[in-house]
């Protein structure tokens, strides 16, 4: 990826991945399992943002 906004896309687009299989797994542990990755990628995006916005990180790797 050529710069971090674009992990940060990539990460809320798994999450939304992860949430939609979690909603149509038929077993509860693997919902559960999806529904952890999707708040984890959304945990991730969310520091990413604040590294930019804080200016410890430009945007650009």
């Known amino acids: 990826m050529k710069d971090t906004q674009n992990w940060v896309e990539r ?3 798994e999450a ?3 949430r939609l299989i ?4 038929t077993n509860e542990a693997k919902r559960e ?3 952890r990755l999707a ?3 959304d945990e991730r995006a969310d520091e990413l943002e ?5 200016g410890e990180l ?4």
């Open 11 to 13: 990460l809320r687009r």
């Open 16 to 18: 939304e991945e992860c």
């Open 22 to 25: 979690s909603r149509l797994a």
């Open 33 to 35: 399992s999806f529904a």
């Open 39 to 41: 708040s984890m990628h």
């Open 50 to 54: 604040k590294l930019i916005a804080s």
């Open 58 to 61: 430009s945007g650009q790797e």
